[in-house]
């Protein structure tokens, strides 16, 4: 199975001015407890830590985020090597906010694709699809909410469970619960956190079995703590 045979053959998507990705495992040495895999983008990167904390004891977690749109043919090249870095009991996949301009039909086409590589390199991992969250823009809104419903038409196609996010975060008191047009203020965080632990603690029926989550601190030193 190669990724090329998943990535898109041709799309119009013109790469942003800076695209990134940031990814971390934790626990990289406990290969015997169930590991979380976080998909997304600058939205999983600031709840990232929140899921660790709350799944602490329970499930170690790794995460992916990035800002490249499904419809970048080198999304698919980063994302096996994500799925090749380690087995995962649980993968919780978003892709969208930097999807915003688009062509919605690539997207759907890349996002199915997408969905299905990680299902065929996987079989025996549970993937969750993530919506989407709101945005301190009413258009911006709009579209993600647009993009949402494709995410839900495909997570049906392949009857794949779904964490909202986007019906809370529109909810919001968006002037005082955000820090710009995307991105949220620590309490707005910590409620996705909970929704996002909360279902991996569904789906996995997890428990406190007493993981350590180890020190950060790189290098031979830090696994000793």
Known sequence: MNYRDYQPKKTSRVREDIEWSINYSYNTLDTKNPRVMLIGDSICNAYHYAVRDRLAGKANVSFWA???CVTDPDYFRELEFMLDAREYALITFNN????????MTEWEDAYRSAVR???DKL?????CIVLSTALNDDELTKRSRELNQIALRIADEFRLPVIDLFT???ALDKPNEMTDRFHFGQKAINMQADMIAAKACELLNLRDIGIVQKSTETGALGAEK
């Open 123 to 127: 079989p025996e991992t549970t993937l």
């Open 96 to 103: 969208g906010l930097h999807s915003l301009s688009t062509d």
């Open 66 to 68: 990035s800002s490249k």
């Open 168 to 170: 809370p975060t529109n």
């Open 117 to 119: 590589f990680i299902l």
